[in-house]
Nanobody, 121 residues
Framework: QVQLVESGGGLVQAGGSLRLSCAASGRIFRVNYMGWYRQAPGNQRELVAG???????NYADSVKGRFTISRDNAENTVTLQMNSLKPEDTAVYYC???????????????WGQGTQVTVSS
């Protein structure tokens, strides 16, 4: 059984900062990718930032220069540091990972339960 557990999030004023963390646990052979998505009411889920095992990162244009993703391969964790937050960053943030479980040599997509980020103006 593989699961992603998120922490962080909350309410912050515009211009403030928040930090999201996600830890993958269970019978994990390899984590290929970890990243963060978000979904605001009435919108589709969108990529915020991602981090491959090789070290490549990608960011949504709307968060470049404000958000920073980091990853600890040994601990199977990913962190999203969010600075200069704007009201339009308000959404439920989901951790996503592509994981190869032990004994099942096929990569599958896993999602966290989501954490609310609210930025007040």
């Amino acid at each position: 059984q593989v699961q992603l557990v998120e922490s962080g999030g909350g309410l912050v004023q515009a211009g403030g900062s928040l930090r999201l963390s996600c830890a993958a646990s269970g019978r994990i052979f390899r984590v290929n990718y970890m990243g963060w998505y978000r979904q605001a009411p009435g919108n589709q889920r969108e990529l915020v930032a991602g981090f491959t095992r090789s070290g490549s990162t990608n960011y949504a244009d709307s968060v470049k220069g404000r958000f920073t993703i980091s990853r600890d391969n040994a601990e199977n964790t990913v962190t999203l540091q969010m600075n200069s937050l704007k009201p339009e960053d308000t959404a439920v943030y989901y951790c996503n990972a592509q994981i190869v479980p032990t004994g099942i040599l096929i990569s599958s997509d896993y999602w966290g339960q989501g954490t609310q980020v609210t930025v007040s103006s």
